[in-house]
């Protein structure tokens, strides 16, 4: 990160981090791990903004192409969640 600049956590993914299946209503984003991570770092004083750049039904390719979009160069801190976008619908895998 940048001296004197914010700290990011940057939460990349598809449909886990964004919480789906557990999220309906905006009060309910404390449920997702993204938030419990995005707590932890901030009560710990490691970073001073969560970042969510999750993507329903997307795989690494969007985030990887446009990264310098969704990954600023405060980022101290990042979780990536693909795996289940990576493999669905691909059954020789």
Same mark, same amino acid.
Do not use: K, Q, W
């Given at each position: 990160?940048? =001296?004197?600049?914010?700290? @990011? ?26 938030? !419990?991570? !995005? ?24 985030? !990887? ?10 980022? =101290? ?14 059954? @020789?895998?």
């Amino acid at each position: 990160p940048r =001296a004197g600049g914010n700290r @990011s956590f940057v939460a990349l993914g598809g449909s886990n981090t964004c919480g789906h299946g557990v999220v309906t209503t905006a009060s309910e984003l404390n449920l997702t791990f993204m938030h !419990g991570i !995005g707590e932890e770092l901030m009560s710990a004083g490691s970073i001073d903004e969560v970042i969510n750049h999750c993507v329903p039904a997307m795989g690494p390719e969007f985030a !990887g192409t446009c990264a310098s979009r969704f990954v600023p160069a405060s980022t =101290a801190f990042a979780t990536v969640e693909y795996l289940p976008n990576m493999i669905y619908g691909r059954a @020789s895998l």
